[in-house]
Nanobody, 123 residues
């Protein structure tokens, strides 16, 4: 059973930085995509960034140049968030697609999810 545990959320001011972490366990597949999604109150869950086991990464346009996704080994995922804006306020979720050829941006492609960590950016 896949388990994903996020940490690192918190409250920062406009322009601040945070680093999210996700530790995955319970799977051993070679071709995977690990990704971050976020969901703000009243909005649908949206793709933020993903990184494939090949090393290829992709980002949502709204975070390009500000956020960086990285991995440490096969199952430790990070999201460095710089120049945070109030519109980045959301619950951030770690997700895994264990049979991924590439990182998809649709939430339907991801089978397993963490519980989320809250990020709040004040103006």
């Amino acid at each position: 059973q896949v388990q994903l545990v996020e940490s690192g959320g918190g409250s920062v001011q406009n322009g601040g930085s945070l680093r999210l972490s996700c530790v995955a366990s319970g799977y051993g597949y070679v071709s995977t995509c690990m990704a971050w999604f976020r969901q703000a109150p009243g909005k649908s869950r949206e793709f933020v960034a993903g990184i494939h086991s090949s090393g290829s990464a992709r980002y949502a346009d709204s975070v390009k140049g500000r956020f960086t996704i990285s991995k440490d080994g096969a199952k430790n995922l990070y999201l460095q968030m710089n120049s945070l804006k109030p519109e980045d306020t959301a619950m951030y979720y770690c997700a895994v697609d264990v049979f991924a050829r590439v990182c998809e941006i649709s939430r339907d492609a991801f089978e397993d999810w963490g519980q989320g960590t809250q990020v709040t950016v004040s103006s």
